[in-house]
């Protein structure tokens, strides 16, 4: 049986590729920072003394360790089969997104190259394109264009994850059950929208 370590297991994207996870014959690991682990029930299994956690699903192993701290991240891939990187910094300041997107990442992959992990998942995002309507273009012929402080940092995590030899993933706006950014922003200027008699365009 594969073991699986799913970082920002606590956060959006995270909590729903463990709950997918979860359906398959595969040991859960999830790393997360914040304590205890959102949506989490009783700990079934303990991670390493340094990082143990309350388990957020039955039978999961929960690590806490936290990306800007390298030392945290020592013996978090051992004996793991593969790295799903979901964890992210998005918005705030331009030293936050260094600190958890590229020098994170960086720190954690390295961490997974020492231990040995056979397969990385980074989990980014489709904003490294910057802005565009991108109409019948290819995938694979767009050029990175990020805009944002995340969107930059996202970008170098992914140089450091393909450098490795590993696997990105670029979705675009991602919703549904738990979201906090999409739905609820769609909402607001829908109220804003419906408070005006006349929009200029």
Avoid at 189 to 201: D, E, K, N, Y
Wanted: aromatic residues 2%.
């Amino acid at each position: 049986m594969p073991t699986i370590l799913i970082t920002g297991a606590a956060g959006f994207v995270g909590g729903h590729v463990t709950r997918e996870a979860a359906r398959y014959r595969a040991d859960l690991r999830l790393m997360s920072h914040r304590s205890p682990l959102l949506g989490s029930g009783p700990p079934t299994q303990e991670g390493p003394p340094t990082q143990e956690g309350p388990a957020g699903q039955d039978g999961a192993r929960v690590v806490r360790a936290d990306l800007t701290d390298p030392a945290s991240l020592r013996g978090v891939c051992d004996g793991v089969d593969v790295l799903i990187h979901c964890a992210s910094q998005i918005g705030g300041g331009v030293e936050a997104n260094e600190a958890v997107n590229a020098r994170g990442t960086a720190a954690l992959v390295e961490e997974a190259r020492r231990a040995g992990v056979a397969r990385i998942v980074q989990l980014s995002t489709a904003s490294v394109y910057g802005r565009g309507t991108f109409r019948g273009d290819r995938p694979e012929e767009l050029r990175r264009n990020p805009g944002s402080p995340t969107s930059r940092t996202r970008a170098a995590a992914e140089d450091t994850v393909l450098a490795a030899g590993g696997v990105v993933l670029r979705p675009h706006l991602v919703y549904g059950e738990g979201d906090r950014w999409v739905v609820p922003g769609l909402t607001r200027m829908l109220r804003v929208l419906g408070s005006t008699r006349s929009i200029r365009v």
